[in-house]
C-alpha cells in the first residue's frame, strides 16, 4: 500500500479542504484529534518530493493517517450524496455481481430521503446511511482502509434485507477520486436479476448465440443456435418452446432428427439446403469454440433468465439438499 498521508484538514467552522485546495496562513485541525495541522505544499513535482498534505505540529497517540484518511472520505462523500439528492441529481453506480456473475448499473439515489453518517442501528453502525421515505435504512455504505465489517454485521444487513455497498480504500489519492471510486464500488451485495421461484436465488442472464457458418456437408451458409450453461454447450435438443421460436424467428432451421450415432431423435440444428443437422457431438468444437475466438461471425442475444442451480440439477439429476 502507498504511504497514507494526511491530505485533508478541518477550518475553524469545521469545514473540510483537501491540501491541494489548501491556502497557507490559514489556521488548519486535524478532522480526527482537532489538534493544530500544519500544511505542507512546496509546489515542487520531483521525484523525491511529497505531494501537498498536512502534518501535526505534535502527533496525538491513536491518531492515524488511515484514520483520517476513512474520516475525510466518509463526510465528504455524504456531503456529495446529500448535494446531488438535494439537487435531485441521480448517481449511477456500476458493479460486478457476485450473484449472478453479469454487471447491474442503477441510480443509488433513486428511492432515498435522507443520508445519516454514523446512523445507529444496535447492531451496526455503518459509516453512511441511506434511507427511504419511510425513514427505513434501504442501502448503507461501508468503508475500508484497515477493518472490514464483521461477520455479524454482514449477516445483519443481510437478515435486514439492507443493501451493502462496501469501498475498500489503499491511498489518500482515493479523496481526489470520490466520485468516480462511488461510481464503480468494489462490493454491493443485491443482484437485479429475478429470483427463481423454486429455490430463490439469483437468475443468470439467457445469451444466446447464432452463428453464420457454412454446413460442415454442402459448404452452404446455416444459422445455427446454441448457449452455454454451467459450462455445458446447449443445443435445441435443450431449448424451451420459446427458446425454439425466437431461434426460428432469427432463421435458424430446427428440425427433429435421428441420430444414428446416439439411437434417439432430437431437435437439432438442421442446413435448409441439403437437410444435414449438427450432432450434439459436433456442435462445440465445428461451431460453439471457432465462435467463442471470434472465427465464426456470431450474434449473442439477451432472451431471458435461468436459475443456474435448478437447471444443474435438472441436467445432472441431483436431488436438492
Same mark, same amino acid.
Given at each position: ?11 475553524d467552522n469545521g ?100 443520508i445519516k453518517v !454514523? ?125 425454439? !421460436?425466437?431461434?426460428r424467428n432469427k ?68 436431488? !436438492?439438499?
Amino acid at each position: 500500500m502507498k504511504e497514507i498521508l494526511y491530505t485533508v484538514a478541518k477550518k475553524d467552522n469545521g469545514e473540510l479542504v483537501t491540501a491541494s485546495n489548501a491556502d497557507k496562513g490559514t489556521d488548519f485541525f486535524c478532522p480526527v484529534c482537532n489538534s493544530n495541522l500544519l500544511l505542507r505544499k512546496s509546489g515542487n513535482t520531483g521525484k523525491n518530493s511529497k505531494r501537498p498534505h498536512f502534518a501535526h505540529k505534535t502527533l496525538t497517540p491513536n491518531c492515524t493517517p488511515e484514520t483520517a484518511l476513512h474520516f475525510a472520505f466518509k463526510n465528504l462523500l455524504a456531503e456529495k450524496l446529500q448535494k446531488k439528492l438535494n439537487e435531485n441529481i441521480p448517481l449511477e453506480i456500476l458493479w460486478d455481481c457476485k450473484e449472478c456473475d453479469g454487471e447491474h448499473s442503477g441510480n443509488l439515489l433513486k428511492r432515498i430521503k435522507s443520508i445519516k453518517v !454514523e446512523y445507529n442501528l444496535t447492531i451496526a453502525q455503518p459509516d453512511i446511511a441511506l434511507l427511504d421515505k419511510d425513514n427505513k435504512v434501504f442501502a448503507v455504505i461501508e468503508i475500508v482502509v484497515t477493518h472490514k465489517p464483521e461477520g455479524k454485521v454482514l449477516q445483519y444487513y443481510k437478515d435486514s434485507n439492507i443493501i451493502l455497498i462496501q469501498i475498500t480504500l489503499t491511498s489518500d489519492n482515493d479523496i481526489e477520486n470520490l466520485e468516480h471510486i462511488i461510481s464503480k464500488p468494489g462490493i454491493v451485495n443485491t443482484c437485479l436479476n429475478p429470483k427463481c421461484s423454486k429455490c430463490g436465488r439469483s437468475q443468470h442472464k439467457t445469451i444466446m448465440t447464432i452463428v453464420d457458418a457454412p454446413c460442415w456437408k454442402c459448404n452452404s451458409t446455416m444459422k445455427v443456435a446454441f448457449y452455454r450453461l454451467a459450462g455445458v454447450t446447449i443445443d435445441p435438443s435443450g431449448f424451451t418452446p420459446d427458446e425454439i !421460436e425466437f431461434a426460428r424467428n432469427k432463421g435458424v432451421v430446427i428440425k427433429n432428427k435421428y441420430s444414428k450415432t446416439s439411437k434417439k431423435s432430437y431437435l437439432a440444428n438442421t442446413c435448409n439446403n441439403c437437410g444435414t443437422f449438427i450432432g450434439e457431438n459436433y456442435l462445440f468444437k465445428q461451431y460453439a469454440a471457432p465462435a467463442s475466438f471470434g472465427d465464426l461471425l456470431s450474434t449473442d442475444y439477451e432472451i431471458g433468465y435461468h436459475c443456474e442451480h435448478c437447471k444443474e440439477l435438472e441436467m445432472y439429476g441431483q436431488a !436438492e439438499k
